[in-house]
Each structure stands twice: as C-alpha cells, then as structure tokens.
C-alpha cells in the first residue's frame, strides 16, 4: 500500500510552502537536519509497521521541524433534487420534486501545519484520508484549476533557485592564500579585512567600488582596518594606539594613509 498514485500526483517541491514564510532562514537549517537524521527512519517504521510506502517523491512539505502541510479532499453538503436512472427529477406524493443532502467533492486543498515528527502520527494522518501530494488529474484533482497556477508557481520557484545560485556564484569573492588551511574565500569586503586585521596581514585584494567611493571622503584612510579618519590629529591616534597592541609592530604610516585623488 503506498499514500498516492505517484504518476499521478501533483509534482511541488518539498519546500513550495517553506519560501513563503517569513521565518524560512531561521527555520530551514532545523528543517534540513530532521529530513537528514530523522525522517529517513520515520519512511522505514511506516513501511514496517504501518505497511505505507512514502516514495521520495511525495515527501512531506516541511514548514518547521516534524510539522508539515498536508492536504485534505474538501466536501460540502447541500440539498440536491433526487434524480432518477435517467437524469430526471423523482416527484414526490405531493407533486413536487424529491429533495435530500447529498456530498460533492470540491477539490484538495493544503492544510496545517501538521505534525509529521513519528511514525504512528503520519500513519494517523495518511489512514485519515491526508495526503503529502493531491493528485493532480481525475475526478478528485486539486480544486478549480490550481494544478497549473501551483505548477507555474513551482516553476517560477525553481527559475529562482538557479538565479539565485547564478548571482551568488557571480558574487566577487576575496581571497587569502598566505595560510597553511590553503585557499581562503571571503564574500564581502568586510569579513576579508576582518581577517587580514586579525592576522595583522597586509590586503592584497582591491577593494570595492563602494569602499573607494567611502575612502573618498575622508582625508586619511587605513586600508588595513577599513577605517577613514577626516583629521591628522586622529588618523596619528590611530596608528600609535594599533603600534601599542601585541604582535607584529607595523602599521602603514601617515603618508600612506593620506587618500589622493588617483589611489
């Protein structure tokens, strides 16, 4: 016995409600360890004991760690004449047509967050009549023409992700090559210089035209400590106060700190 139909099912990825949420930074990380170390042994103890195969494909859509969005058929009930074999209205003793209740499905539709943290609560929710995927063609599809706007939406998701991964890996990086760890990579300005200060190393990597644009309006500026100073007075204080710290006993002199037009 498996939850769904995989042929079937509506293709999201696990995490289509995740990057909707405000919280998916600070969330995600723990997200990411439980579908590590966790939910692999939750998909064999609802094989072995509860007789459910989760393919990978329908995994859950995790928005928080061991809680996820299921999705549930809707039904609703209204009053319905009664029709006969062919179609037409059954006419009651009084001569008007014969009423009663009847259930229609509308389509499924996301629900939760649920939990999902242990065997025997997914295998509750799945019994239940839940599912981790809605199919996405049939009589019991997903409501009212959602199957393509969800899909375009995923699609759009995943054009994101690869822009996204494309402009990081675009992003200009800083590197330090003077230590014995080997290659050393910095995404900003501040976190490189952060490092050469605290080995009191020399930057070799040019620095941004933000950082230009900055030193430009200072008169001195210490390219060592990212610092600009607008008066000799404390751009003096400042060499003699890093001269007194521990370590190598150099600093660029005054001279060098004074920013010229070309430099």
């Not at 995600?28 to 439980?34: N, S």
């Not at 209204?78 to 209205?89: L, P, Q, S």
């Not at 009423?99 to 999902?116: H, M, N, Q, S, Y």
Request: glycine residues 6%.
């Amino acid at each position: 016995m498996t939850t769904a139909i995989a042929e079937q099912d509506l293709q999201l990825p696990w995490d289509y409600f995740l990057v909707k949420d405000s919280d998916e930074k600070m969330n995600r990380p723990h997200i990411e360890a439980f579908r590590q170390n966790e939910w692999p042994a939750i998909c064999r103890y609802l094989l072995q004991d509860f007789h459910l195969d989760v393919p990978v494909e329908q995994e859950p859509h995790w928005v928080a760690s061991g809680k996820a969005m299921y999705w549930q058929l809707q039904t609703t009930r209204r009053i319905a004449n009664v029709k006969d074999d062919n179609g037409n209205d059954v006419i009651g003793n009084g001569g008007q047509p014969v009423r009663e209740f009847v259930e229609e499905t509308t389509g499924w539709t996301p629900c939760g967050p649920l939990p999902a943290n242990n065997p025997s609560i997914v295998a509750h929710y799945l019994n239940k009549g839940f599912r981790f995927r809605p199919p996405s063609s049939g009589d019991l599809a997903v409501e009212g023409g959602a199957v393509e706007a969800l899909q375009e939406a995923a699609a759009s998701q995943e054009v994101s992700k690869v822009e996204r991964d494309e402009k990081i890996k675009k992003q200009r990086t800083y590197i330090c090559l003077r230590h014995s760890t080997g290659k050393m990579a910095f995404r900003s300005w501040r976190a490189y210089i952060k490092h050469t200060s605290y080995h009191k190393e020399q930057p070799t990597e040019e620095p941004p035209p933000s950082i230009v644009a900055r030193m430009a309006k200072f008169r001195f500026y210490c390219f060592v400590h990212d610092q600009g100073f607008r008066g000799e007075r404390l751009a003096k204080r400042h060499i003699v106060d890093e001269l007194r710290k521990g370590g190598a006993a150099t600093h660029p002199t005054l001279q060098d700190l004074m920013v010229k037009a070309n430099k």
